[in-house]
């Protein structure tokens, strides 16, 4: 295991619904991120948080919403989203912030919007 | 764009053969560079990295490669195994910034 679990694993929403991804990192690191990997496509940078202080929002639409109470837990609320945000939703973590730490990744949540 | 990209998508190799995965990256300010492996159903985990004052980094059954002049970093692994059928993704850091810069990924397959 990575130390990052995130849950649920799997989730199917409709486009009116409201659900929440959540992601729980036991390593202790500072900072937390929120990345969207859609197929044949890299990973996308959505959210970061350093010292539970957003530090980035990656031209991500209002329809994603993150919340993170501390620097251990971090959320994703989901609202009204469409059906080309099914992707798989993943959340890391790392010692510190910078392109030079190590990511520590969960297994991620595989959305389907219907 | 991406700065950071792969020359092929899919490498199959045969069980107990070496596999090179390559890299192109466009960013000559990126002095740090990692490779993950994604396998199926899970998140990208950390293989190996490289900063740029080095060429070559060897860990366990896996080398690096950074090719500063051309702008070009590999993935070497020997004896290939069925375990190590996964995706790998090279990855930069963004210089001046905090960001890690993904490449597109290179899907693995190891027959046995």
């Known amino acids: 295991e990575t130390g990052v679990t995130q849950t649920p694993r799997h989730l199917v929403m409709g486009m009116t619904n409201k659900k929440s991804l959540k992601c729980e990192q036991h390593?202790?690191?500072?900072?937390m991120y929120w990345y969207k990997q859609s197929a044949k496509k890299p990973l996308e940078l959505m959210f970061v948080?350093?010292?539970?202080?957003?530090?980035e929002n990656n031209s991500v639409p209002s329809r994603f919403s993150p919340e993170c109470p501390n620097s251990s837990h971090l959320f994703l609320h989901l609202h009204t989203l469409q059906p080309e945000d099914s992707a798989l939703y993943l959340c890391?973590?790392?010692?510190?912030?910078?392109?030079?730490?190590?990511?520590?990744f969960g297994s991620g949540t595989q959305l389907s919007v219907l | 764009g991406e700065s950071v990209g792969l020359h092929l998508p899919t490498l199959s190799v045969q069980e107990g053969d070496n596999s090179i995965i390559n890299c192109a990256y466009s960013?000559?300010?990126?002095?740090?560079f990692i490779w993950y492996k994604q396998e199926s159903g899970k998140g990208p985990q950390f293989i190996i990295d490289i900063r740029s004052n080095m060429d070559k980094r060897q860990g366990q059954r896996v080398t690096v490669l950074l090719n500063k002049t051309v702008k070009h970093l590999s993935l070497q692994i020997a004896a290939t195994q069925p375990g190590d059928s996964a995706v790998y993704f090279c990855?930069?850091?963004?210089?001046?910034?905090?960001?890690?810069?993904f490449g597109a990924g290179t899907r693995l397959f190891v027959k046995a």
């Open positions: 948080y350093n010292f539970k202080e957003q530090t």
């Open positions: 960013n000559s300010a990126s002095d740090y």
């Open positions: 890391a973590s790392s010692q510190g912030l910078g392109g030079k730490e190590k990511l520590f």
């Open positions: 990855a930069e850091n963004e210089p001046g910034g905090f960001k890690t810069i």
């Open positions: 390593l202790g690191h500072n900072a």
